[in-house]
């Protein structure tokens, strides 16, 4: 990383700019600049308390990108379609204009398949195809760029989908995932891969790479979280129009995600052997459970 000197991590708050930012500033390679809409707030305080400098931005504003990026030799980028939805792409195109005008040397950007392109048309994941968008534009800007397309997170577990227990004592979790396997990650877990690429820039330019900490079924992340916390523990399929008739905002674009996963991405071996060789110390799904099980039983109980 001798190059780089200063990286610019926007979304520093969040949880893929928060573990860039917290494994970039452990390294101690590089100085460690935090895009945040709120500087005075609890978690971007904790960001400065670790040694990076703040500076107030937003996405929205190509100026305070432009100004942001003043000094910087890499950047970390990810949008967020879940607060912001159809102006994610405005967001990210914004992103890759200000990049491109300050010539920095290497960004890594973190995006996703393009499923509406990739299935022709048959399946539309805006979350995912947003970030397809945005990374076929700074493709087209010729941007010195490294992609990543981050895994599932285990924390989804906690926030999301819970196991909840059943009468007859058993816990079960389900989405319409099937006998596929489910490639996932632990969110801290994400900025060691990433700080590995900018230390090696030079090989992984143009590049895409898989985050991923662990590539199992479902009914095996169900057998780990028996074998952990000592109950029984089951996945059950559901229907792709049972879980998009759920109701809950962003139900059917969930559906579609795992309809995507379930048919179109068999396995994800080659990012999971790719994301350890960059980063050893990436947690299997039940090293990550075993560190977080006060916060699991936490959450099956709520």
Not at 99 to 112: D, E, F, P, W
Not at 200 to 229: I, N, P, Q, S
Not at 244 to 259: H, I, S
Request: glycine residues 8%; neutral net charge; aromatic residues 10%.
């Amino acid at each position: 990383m001798s190059a780089i000197q200063r990286i610019l991590v926007v979304g520093a708050t969040g949880a893929q700019g928060g573990s860039v930012a917290r494994h970039l500033l452990r390294a101690g390679s590089c100085k460690v600049r935090c895009l945040t809409r709120r500087p005075r707030s609890i978690a971007a305080q904790e960001i400065a308390g670790l040694g990076a400098e703040l500076v107030e931005g937003d996405l929205s504003d190509p100026a305070s990108l432009r100004a942001a990026l003043r000094d910087c030799e890499g950047a970390f980028g990810v949008t967020n379609y879940w607060e912001h939805f159809e102006r994610e792409f405005e967001h990210g195109r914004n992103l890759v204009d200000a990049l491109a005008a300050c010539g920095i040397q290497h960004a890594v950007i973190s995006t996703l398949p393009h499923a509406k392109q990739l299935t022709g048309g048959r399946l539309s994941v805006p979350h995912l195809d947003t970030k397809g968008r945005i990374e076929e534009y700074a493709r087209g800007a010729k941007l010195p760029a490294t992609y990543v397309h981050v895994a599932f997170y285990y924390e989804n577990y906690l926030a999301h989908f819970p196991p909840r227990r059943q009468p007859d004592g058993t816990y079960v979790f389900g989405f319409p995932q099937g006998n596929t396997p489910l490639a996932a990650v632990a969110a801290e877990d994400i900025g060691g891969v990433v700080a590995a690429i900018f230390a090696e820039t030079f090989w992984y330019r143009d590049k895409v790479v898989g985050v991923v900490g662990e590539d199992l079924r479902c009914d095996e992340y169900a057998e780990v979280m028996h074998r952990v916390l000592g109950r029984p523990f089951a996945y059950r399929y559901v229907a792709h129009d049972a879980f998009a008739a759920l109701g809950f905002p962003g139900a059917r674009d969930l559906a579609d995600m795992f309809e995507f996963n379930r048919q179109y991405v068999p396995n994800r071996r080659v990012d999971l052997a790719k994301s350890r060789e960059l980063y050893p110390q990436i947690r299997s799904f039940e090293h990550w459970l075993r560190s977080h099980t006060p916060a699991f039983e936490r959450a099956m109980a709520a």
